[in-house]
């Protein structure tokens, strides 16, 4: 390995000291602007860079983040936590991801983890609604922002700094869009009941059917825990019932695609035979062949959004309040409703 090139060098190199050569790097002022841009463009060329210990000695941070999500090979959790990572290497920090399968046990073990670690911050999208552990991260003070899903437990809620869909809208466009088209017989596969979005878009969903008078069976509505496999087995025994739905609403996109394998295994054709949609817009939905409608949420943006907020909370960038930011759901028509085909009937 190369031998590191220190401030000390720099300094040499520039002919200056070693205070100009910090204050230059860290924009400090006390520094003429030619000489800083020439302090800078020494550093660069000589392939400086800042030593992170001495930042962390100085700083008192660690510049490491923790990042808590269920799945990083569902595509959601990918692309929300390239958002996170992007915008975290933007600021000059560093991301620890750990994934829980679901697991609170899990979740548990990885914030002690994190907390002995001594990250400056985490975000955590695997929120259920009456989370204990969100207790500890507002009692100890540990800087954090909720992704996607939040606490119910309004005390915790209140002091929770959050960014998510409008799950409400999503679940009530799905089932607006799919009345419109004409289907009365619409199942509804829910995500995880524990969870924030997936309680929300049931709602939504449920108000929706109420204010256009639709009154569906309550085998029709089943959770499917943002299981691929469990939206299979579902829509399997939905498909093989003596009254089976004409439409299948799944509240994410990965349990869309479960449903689709079953819909597709029992012969039938989508959406000629019966209509399709989640919410999410993952990429694969859109890819050919599969063109899956769904009501779009903004993982990469969230991800991005989120740690933007982390940032401004660690570095104190802002006046102390607490971001509470909830984005728009859109929907996203592609062929598997059948709106291309035949187009509103209502």
């Excluded at 595509?75 to 991801?97: N, R």
């Excluded at 939504?204 to 109420?210: F, I, R």
């Amino acid at each position: 390995m190369k031998k590191r090139v220190t401030i000390k060098d720099v300094a040499k190199m520039a002919n200056t000291s070693v205070a100009a050569v910090s204050m230059s790097l860290n924009n400090r002022p006390g520094i003429g602007e030619e000489k800083r841009k020439k302090i800078i463009e020494v550093a660069k060329k000589a392939g400086y860079q800042p030593s992170l210990v001495a930042k962390t000695l100085v700083n008192k941070r660690s510049y490491l983040i923790g990042l808590i999500i269920k799945d990083i090979s569902d595509q959601f959790f990918a692309e929300l936590a390239k958002g996170v990572e992007d915008k975290a290497k933007e600021h000059g920090y560093s991301t620890i991801l750990c994934t829980t399968d679901g697991s609170l046990k899990t979740q548990e073990n990885y914030l002690d983890m994190l907390c002995s670690r001594g990250v400056d911050g985490i975000i955590i999208s695997t929120v259920v609604a009456e989370d204990p552990h969100i207790a500890f991260l507002v009692d100890e003070k540990i800087p954090f922002v909720c992704i996607n899903r939040i606490p119910l437990v309004p005390s915790l809620k209140k002091k929770s700094e959050y960014i998510i869909m409008d799950n409400h809208s999503a679940g009530y466009k799905g089932i607006e869009h799919l009345w419109r088209l004409g289907h009365d017989k619409i199942a509804i596969i829910t995500g995880s009941l524990n969870a924030s979005n997936a309680i929300d878009s049931l709602n939504g969903s449920k108000t929706a059917l109420k204010t256009f008078g639709v009154k569906i069976s309550k085998r029709f509505i089943k959770e499917g825990k943002y299981s691929h496999q469990e939206a299979y087995l579902i829509c399997k025994r939905l498909m093989k019932s003596k009254n089976p739905p004409t439409a299948v609403f799944a509240h994410d996109d990965n349990m869309a695609l479960g449903a689709r394998e079953a819909i597709l295994d029992a012969g039938l054709q989508i959406p000629k035979d019966i209509a399709l949609m989640g919410i999410d817009n993952i990429k694969i939905g859109a890819l050919t062949g599969v063109e899956l409608t769904s009501i779009s949420q903004k993982k990469y943006e969230m991800g991005s959004m989120g740690m933007k907020i982390l940032i401004n909370r660690i570095e104190e960038r802002v006046p102390h309040m607490i971001e509470k930011i909830i984005l728009d759901a859109e929907l996203i028509i592609r062929n598997t409703c059948g709106y291309h085909m035949y187009g509103y009937k209502r």
